[in-house]
Structures are given as C-alpha cells and as structure tokens.
C-alpha cells in the first residue's frame, strides 16, 4: 500500500476550507475512489507527493508539460523575466512576440488575444462569434467540455461527466435554452439543428479531437462537412484547441486534419505550465473584438509578463525543434502497442482511442466514437484500475472521462515500467 499519510492529513485539513478540499474538482479522485494525492514538486517524467511517492505522470498538468516538467529552457526564461516585475497592466514586447509567433504557428489565426485561461478563452470567442453574426444560439457537442462558463455547461464532459452532473445547477434556463447540442461525430444531427433553427446559430463550438470524454478522434470527413456546413450557413466554426493546440502538431487539430477553424480558442500548453488562454482567427471577426470593435473583452492580468515569458520559452521551443511532434508520437505509438500487446496477453478486448500524443483506455468492448459509446465503460473497473497504477508509481487521469497526455520526458525506462504496470494492474482486475 502507498503511504499516504501526509497526502491524507492535508486532504482532512483542505475539506474544511477549500469544497471538497480542491480547487478542481476532478482532483478529488471521487470517480476512482480513494484520496487524492497532494503533489510536492516534479521533474521530467515524474511527480512527487507530499509523502516522498515518485510517480510516471501521464496526465503532464492536463497537457501543458509535453516537454515534461520543470523543462530548463522555460525555468530559465521565467527566472529572466522575473527581476522586472510581474505584472504591469500595460502592453509589453513580450504580447506582441507571442502574438506573432502564435499565428505563424497556426496558420487559420490572423489575430490572436491573450486570457488567462481556457475558460476565459472559449466564453470570450463565442461571445464574439454572436456579436459578430448578431445571432444567439450556439451548437455544443455531447461530452465536449469548454470550461465552466454557464454557456458551456450543459452535457458537458470531464469534471461536469465524472461527477455526474453534465448540467449544472446555477445556469439559467434561458442561458441553457441558447445552448443546442448533438452528438459528436453525427454530422447529420447538426444538419437537422441548423434547419430547425434556421439563421439563428451564432457559432459552431468542438473539440476537433475529444479529450473530454476521453480520447475520441474525428471520423473522416466529419470535420471537413462541418466547415462546409458552416460556410453555407454563415456559423462561426469555432475549434477549442485547448488540448489539442501545439499538441497534435505545432498547428493543432487544423494542420493535422487539414481544417481550418474561423476561430480557435487556446490554453494550457501556451503558458507552458503559467495560467495562459488566448482566441484568436480571423482578420474580420477578430477585430469585432474592443477596442478595435464593440464586443467586449478585457484582463487585467492578461498577457502577464511572465506567463508570456513561459509560455514564448515553451512554444519556441517547439516550433523550433524540426522532428518534434514525429518523436512525440512514436512514444505514443509504442505505449499504445505495448498496452495493446498486454490486453491481448490478458485476453481483454478493451478499446484503445488515441490521436497522437492523446490516448485513452476504454473500458469497453465497443467502439468509442461518442458521448453514448464512451458511456459504456465500466466505470468502477476503471477507479480500480487506476489504484492499482498508482501503487506501481504511474500517475494517470483520475477518470475515465479524461485522456492522458503524453510527455517527451518519457524514456525506454519509463516506457518499460508502464508496460509491467499495464499488466499487473488488468491482471490483478481480471483476478478479481
Ligand atoms: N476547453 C477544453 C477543450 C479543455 O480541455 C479545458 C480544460 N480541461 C477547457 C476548455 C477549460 O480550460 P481551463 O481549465 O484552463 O479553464
């Protein structure tokens, strides 16, 4: 058994001043039962808890550590920019460095503005995406999650689909009457929403890749038939890379299905780790946004100095290393073969998703290609199977609901351990 003293005493005291002793609440391993562990410091490959416990971290901060953690080049770059201060509340070469390098990474952004998180970023873009066409209805997909905006949280997916509550308390009727959903991957249900509702949809909002709900990829053509759905329709097809941005390829989703978003909302990665959002697109839409235009958006921490600092370090970094995303995925690709070799060597027949550096282990027979078919995995199994991960030091998604992330930390020695751990931990479920 793990020592978890330390990890349990800070939980005990968190409970009476923090809900449910976090600020997230997917931290709180509800859906894979047990305790949470409290995190002390990482590096590389690994996390440490608060109890001297080293684990292989396969969630990588819920994406932003793909070089893995404490990665010199960003340290360094935040030490830099650390003696001069860390905020202004002012424009700084740093916004306008960021700015540049973003759209030269992805090639649909022709303008681009910083937030503070992927929340901030998804309400603002389709705040501006009904400014912009006048129009107030949104089309949200089944078990895509945005963030917690009101808008955003009706059959939600992560936290909101983990603890059960896809639609939230709090969220007004006719917030919710604006919000129209379908299911992912299900071109036609979105063909029938939109002539039921004929000109009145703002904006078309997904995750080009699911992470939410775990990994689901795209069916081909799905997204392409989307784009052109919007273009017939006037809707602002907008594509929350929040995930899967400068993580599928230094253009995201876009580049690697060859689609290009009218709005693309950004997070995490972009911060390298510091509290970062941004949207960003189009010349003509993008300057609806004030000052340039009446749609208003503001932060007074936006563009902060040092998340820019990270966040420069981070991305440069990876527009500049030539085979970087090839890399990543082999590693992808091996843990996928190796997990795949130890189901069958189990005689298990689980499905795998996975789209690059994004995978997930269903706990289902079935073919996971929506919320529906993601929801017939057999939950319980999953919380235990995570525990037994956990006890042999692998650190993964505490839920179903959620892909894992992998890291370029990630070495032949790490890659061994998550086999062996694979393994016992579906023998031991199989056993039981
Ligand atoms: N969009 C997507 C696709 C996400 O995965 C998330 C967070 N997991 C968000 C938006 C919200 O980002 P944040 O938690 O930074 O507000």
Redesign the pocket.
Known sequence: MLNQNRSNQLFERAQNFIPGGVN?PVRAFRAVGGKPLFMQKAKGAYLYDEDGNRYIDMINS??PMILGHAHEGVQQAIARALPDSLSFGAPTAREVEMAELIISMVPSIEKVRMVN??????MSAIRLARGFTGRDKIIKLEG?????GDS?LIAA???ALTMGTPDSPGVTRGTALDTLIAPYNNLQAIEQLVSENKGAIAALIL?PV???MGCIAPQPGYLQGLRSLCDREGIVLIF?????GFRLAKGGAQERFGVQADLT?L??IIGGGM?V?AYGGRRDIMDFVSPSGPVYQAGTLSGNPIAMAAGMAMLSYLNEQTDFYQQLDAIANRIVSDLKEVLQQLGLRYTINQVGSMYSLFFTEQNVIDYDTAKTSDTERFGRYFRHMLEQGVYLAPSQYETLFVSAALGEQELQQLKTASYESLKALNRA
């Open positions: 997230s819920w994406g998180s992927g929340t901030e970023a998804t895509c999650y945005h963030g917690h955003f997916g992560s936290g995750e699911a992470g939410n929350d890379e929040v995930m899967t909302t997070g995490k509290p959002g």
